[in-house]
């Protein structure tokens, strides 16, 4: 038992090492250095120490020289990287301080403190800049949707480095976001026979939108303002809608039982009645069959509806794809009536009879009945395509 547990310390200590190699070798000197604190501040040991010590070093090298040529490079679109690297650095540098100065095994691990805030804030002051203009820009120049997103973008990033430096920058950032975003009508088109209620139309096609599309997207069932401009149009097709006549059928079934139907005496040979040893009469139970007549009435009545989801580009006016959609569903009621003795019925046949006909639902109301089912129907023609509306 000892020498098992020996041996999986082992292979765990130099899974544990084989994975903070190739953390090293990977370059990812950050997961290393956060690994190694993590162990130091709980149990200080030589190789965690080293490790710290030599992902720190690399890391910082790494960065230094990155900024360094992004200097040198003196491009203005660099300030954000350099700005982000001056961030690792200071990061890195309050990590490695909670654990020194420390010595280990003879080892001390010492680094001087190197104040980077007025790198952070020259270089955030640049980015922002820079994604202030060029967001302005491209805001100025858009020539479509992407270009406005792209801006919007811009100029959030300007905002957040800027901290509210441009007096005008969140009125921007609303205008490009109202221009990039794409508008998406959603109507009826209703080609059945069967006219149905503006508010029946308004129900199928009252779902939920979240995942139908991305943050750019926004859907409109109503128009909300007869100047508003749409960049799509979603025509839901209900080519027909079948609703059958109303179904009544009728099923018999014959209930028997036989009940006490009081008793016989025993006569002699004599027509005397006989008795028993104890000197009473004996006597002959007596049984009669009662019946009753179960009519159970099956009311039924279907609908079915088909069309189909036209996804249109407004701007030109294009049909950019067709999704046929589906669905159905039925009325169903039983009841039943007895004639007869219901003494005869079963438990549960007894229970039939307490229910009554019902009057039928109108056709419309069928369609209301369905659209629970049709509209996760229209819901998914237009999911299935969420891809053309961008």
């Not at 950050?30 to 080293?50: F, G, H, Q, Y």
């Not at 009544?248 to 014959?254: G, H, P, Q």
């Not at 039928?360 to 369609?367: I, L, N, Y």
Request: proline share 3%.
């Amino acid at each position: 038992m000892k020498k098992t547990f020996t041996f999986l310390f082992v292979v765990l200590l130099m899974s544990a090492c084989g994975s903070t190699t190739k953390k090293l070798q990977q370059g990812n000197y950050d997961a290393v250095v956060n690994k190694s604190v993590k162990k130091l501040i709980r149990k200080p040991k030589a190789e965690d120490a080293a490790e710290m010590d030599r992902a720190y070093r690399l890391a910082n090298e790494r960065d230094l020289e990155r900024i360094k040529f992004l200097k040198a490079e003196d491009n203005p679109d660099n300030y954000d990287e350099i700005f982000n690297r001056y961030y690792m650095l200071k990061e890195r540098q309050r990590k490695v301080r909670t654990v020194t100065p420390m010595t280990v095994d003879g080892n001390t691990y010492s680094y001087g403190y190197v104040d980077y805030d007025a790198e952070i804030i020259a270089s955030k002051r640049k980015a922002a800049d820079f994604f202030y203009n060029n967001g302005k820009g491209l805001l100025e120049n858009a020539l479509q949707k992407g270009d406005y997103r792209d801006a919007y973008y811009q100029l959030v990033k300007a905002s957040e480095y800027s901290g509210g430096q441009f007096e005008n920058i969140d009125a921007l950032i609303y205008d490009a976001r109202m221009k990039g975003i794409s508008r998406v009508i959603v109507e009826i088109n209703n080609q059945a026979p069967l006219q149905l209620p503006p508010m029946v139309e308004e129900d199928l096609i009252s779902f939920d939108t979240r995942g139908l599309g991305n943050e750019w997207v926004e859907y409109h069932f109503k128009h909300v303002d007869e100047n508003a401009v749409y960049d799509y149009a979603v025509f839901v097709k209900l080519i027909s809608i079948m609703v059958s006549p109303d179904g009544v059928k009728n099923t018999d079934e014959l209930f028997k039982k036989n009940i006490s139907d009081g008793f016989d005496y025993v006569l002699d040979a004599n027509g005397n009645v006989m008795e028993d040893t104890a000197g009473n009469d004996i006597k002959i139970q007596k049984f009669k069959e009662i019946t009753c007549t179960l009519i159970e009435t099956r009311q039924f009545k279907s609908v079915e509806i088909r069309g189909e989801v036209e996804i249109l580009s407004m701007n030109p006016e294009r049909l950019i794809q067709k999704e046929p959609f589906g669905a159905s569903n039925q009325f169903e009621h039983f009841s039943a009536r007895s004639i007869g003795d219901e003494g005869a019925l079963t438990e549960e046949a007894f229970k039939m009879t307490q229910q009554e006909k019902i009057p039928f639902p109108t056709d419309v109301d069928m369609v209301l009945m369905c659209t629970e089912t049709i509209k996760p129907a229209i819901r998914n023609a237009i999911y299935t395509n969420r891809q053309f509306i961008k």
